[in-house]
């Protein structure tokens, strides 16, 4: 059965770089973003383009090198935003301008001092000017997932009247529930008069850790793109992870939905922004941590060594990891000490095996992790005969 496309859209060159340390230069965005290109992102969100010369700049040159992305640049509901936006844009093969306002009664009140019907005017007039510089033009309805849903209805249907091709649903503050998050996507498909003609956009923030989920309750529900972030950066806790619901839409094939985008590239790519960035992955962050192919528990390494499916659901080649680690500690068991034994040349007998093993223990007790070399020192600490070893 053929599977209905997600697009990923991949804002790490925009929302991703607003983590305080996280500057890059121009020279840097572009390398990231031929990554992003070749990676297989369908939207690469390169900037806020009047935000500064160098981010105006920015959005001007990878404008020029990528050759089957959208580039996408990000505006408010500003006239001047908007036409310098469409400038940085020109040279795109596929250009993109995302304009939008916030729709909920917290910012229509508090940061607008405005009211609804005005917010709606503005946010009418600005995809208008938008449509009259590019044919794609995305809108952002800014806290839509505290923004009342019949209010947050009728604005999308305003802005699909005025040219919008997407319709950006961001859960800003990160405080949907997924069952909220995907009611609300399922309510503007039911009752957006020309949905049809416009693409449901999931931007989820992490701020509950909720960012992955929502994302995904949203496609479920019709959605059809998701804004996200490599290694899941971005303001506060963060944006929705790109490798985590590419790897989850893959998983699950029952959903019936996947992206285009190449896995075994995933960890590789993680590492680019890390290093760019100047931010460390987690250890035991999903799909592209240290840890997400590593074992240290006896009982999961025994059941590892026997059959990886047993313990790991994804195969580490299929995000671009050589191979599972089976991490030596003093969980570890006999099973995973003969394994990786046998990685450095020592074929054990059962009864060579309980030998090295109680030296192990005490190795183990000593150091928190055991390496390649120190095994060498284990077998002979234990008084193995080494002849009868392979």
């Known amino acids: 059965m053929s599977k209905e496309k997600v697009q990923i859209f991949d804002t790490t060159l925009r929302d991703g770089e607003q983590v305080p340390g996280c500057k890059l230069d121009t020279k840097e965005k572009l390398v990231i973003a031929e990554r992003l290109d070749i990676l297989g992102v369908d939207v690469i969100e390169a900037g806020f383009p009047i935000s500064s010369p160098g981010d105006f700049r920015s959005v001007t040159e990878i404008a020029q090198i990528v050759k089957n992305a959208t580039v996408c640049g990000l505006t408010r509901a500003v006239k001047k935003d908007i036409e310098v936006a469409a400038e940085a844009l020109k040279q795109a093969k596929r250009p993109r301008i995302h304009t939008g306002i916030g729709t909920s009664d917290s910012h229509i009140q508090f940061k607008f001092n405005s009211t609804r019907e005005k917010v709606l005017e503005r946010a009418v007039e600005a ?23 019949e209010y947050l209805a009728r604005v999308c249907e305003a802005v699909i009247a005025a040219g919008a091709t997407v319709l950006n649903i961001p ?23 020309g949905i049809e003609k416009a693409i449901l956009s999931c931007h989820c923030h992490n701020d509950l850790g909720l960012a992955t989920a929502n994302s995904i309750a949203g496609v479920i529900n019709g959605a059809r793109q998701i804004e996200c972030t490599i290694n899941g950066i971005g303001e506060r806790a963060g944006n929705t992870s790109l490798e985590e619901v590419v790897m989850i839409l893959r998983q699950h094939p029952y959903l019936e939905l996947d992206t285009d985008i190449n896995s075994k590239l995933l960890y590789s790519t993680s590492q680019m922004v ?69 990685k450095v040349g020592y074929e054990l007998t059962k009864v060579q095996l309980d030998k090295v093993y109680e030296e192990f223990l005490k190795f183990a007790d000593r150091k928190k992790e055991i390496e390649d070399e120190d095994i060498h020192q284990i077998v002979d600490a234990s008084n193995v005969n080494i002849e009868s070893i392979a």
């Open 127 to 149: 995809v208008k000017y938008a449509k009259s510089f590019v044919e794609d033009v995305e809108f952002y309805a800014e806290d839509a997932g505290r923004t009342d849903n």
């Open 171 to 193: 859960d800003t503050t990160g405080y949907c529930l997924p069952e909220e998050y995907g009611a609300k996507m399922k309510y503007l498909k039911e009752n957006v008069k």
């Open 274 to 342: 890390s290093q760019k960035m100047g931010m460390p992955v987690q250890p035991n962050k999903a799909i592209v941590g240290s840890n997400a192919f590593a074992h240290s528990s006896g009982i999961h390494q025994d059941g590892v060594i026997k059959k990886r499916e047993t313990y790991e659901i994804i195969d580490p080649h299929d995000v671009g990891v050589d191979h599972s680690s089976i991490v030596l500690t003093a969980r570890s068991g006999r099973a995973a000490l003969a394994y990786r034994a046998k």
